[in-house]
């Protein structure tokens, strides 16, 4: 196994960045998939049971729980739903390398599977159970991208794996949206938290190393994406359309519930910095792709009167 020094997620991101800058070839990131090898058991979570276990406000127990089981129902949902992608794929190495991603998402499941078993003190009976997660009530906007939309798409594909336009809403939807927004935005305000607040070093350890698997994965999108664009402009068409159906409800899935919006704004923390941190990471991997388009910034974040007047005598 490759020894391979920890890095931020900052670093994962810019990992992101300089790729988009020079996109590397399927074999390349093939090649940094051999190198960037870890495993699920070596990571230590003694320390991370006790500080679990340790007292803390309920809203931030809630919130925190909340993420994982969005990552966990995440994981499991594209792990079952990629092997279409790899028969659909067009040439070789797209497909040597979309078998390593499936690889890694089925990693990314039993990292989670044994965080909330071993850790958070789950049903012990959880592996091979994991729809006791994926169960658990959900944003309406997760389950129709993860549980309706990819689902769809997986589906058509298995029937027709030489339809291109629907690989592309595929991979638009799998590696742009799912992946190299969603998950990566998350990724990143979870471990800046936990960094800052010196909390589950175990856990940081290995969700960094997912976030690192999923800075090879959408490379790959993006450079699927853009060899499409150039064989046929048509899909630059079709990729702006896909994101713009999918954006307005996008940003709205973003906004923070009622009570973590009280708590960010005594934080004096951004509470629009998710919807920004999308529209951002559109317009860079677009225009990696080759593509022109106008990604429309968020409206801000509506705050009742009540809760501004509440935050001010705070």
């Not at 298995?158 to 992946?179: A, K, N, S």
């Not at 927004?181 to 979870?190: E, V």
């Not at 909390?199 to 698997?213: C, E, I, M, Y």
Request: hydrophobic share 45%; glycine share 6%.
């Amino acid at each position: 196994m490759s020894d391979y020094p920890l890095q931020s997620i900052g670093a994962v991101i810019q990992t992101i960045d300089e790729g988009l800058e020079r996109l590397p070839s399927y074999m390349d990131l093939y090649h940094k998939w051999e190198q960037q090898q870890w495993a699920v058991q070596a990571l230590d979570f003694s320390l991370d049971k006790q500080q679990w276990a340790a007292d803390a406000p309920d809203l931030m127990r809630r919130n925190r729980m909340a993420g994982y089981i969005g990552f966990f129902a995440g994981e499991i949902a594209v792990t079952d739903t990629l092997a279409p992608f790899i028969a659909a794929m067009p040439r070789l190495d797209q497909r040597v390398f979309l078998t390593t991603q499936l690889a890694d998402e089925a990693r990314h499941v039993v990292f989670f599977d044994r965080w909330f078993r071993e850790v958070l003190g789950d049903d012990p009976k959880l592996i091979g159970m994991q729809e006791l997660i994926v169960n658990r009530p959900r944003r309406p906007f997760s389950t129709y991208i993860f549980d309706e939309l990819l689902v769809d798409i997986a589906n058509g594909l298995r029937r027709q794996p030489e339809d291109l336009g629907l690989l592309v809403d595929g991979v638009t939807l799998y590696h742009l949206i799912i992946e190299g927004a969603l998950a990566l935005a998350g990724q990143k305000r979870i471990l800046e938290n936990y960094k800052q607040l010196d909390l589950f070093p175990g856990f940081q350890k290995g969700f960094t190393d997912v976030a690192r698997d999923e800075s090879r994965h959408v490379l790959f999108g993006v450079r699927f994406l853009h060899d499409m664009v150039q064989s046929d402009d048509r899909f630059a068409y079709r990729i702006v359309n896909f994101i713009n159906q999918i954006l307005p409800s996008l940003y709205e899935s973003a906004r923070p519930e009622p009570d973590m919006l009280a708590y960010m704004l005594q934080a004096g923390q951004d509470i629009d910095w998710r919807q920004k941190f999308y529209a951002n990471s559109f317009r860079r991997k677009l225009r990696a792709v080759g593509i022109q388009a106008n990604i429309p910034d968020p409206q801000p974040t509506p705050i009742p009167a009540e809760l501004m007047a509440a935050v001010a005598a705070h």
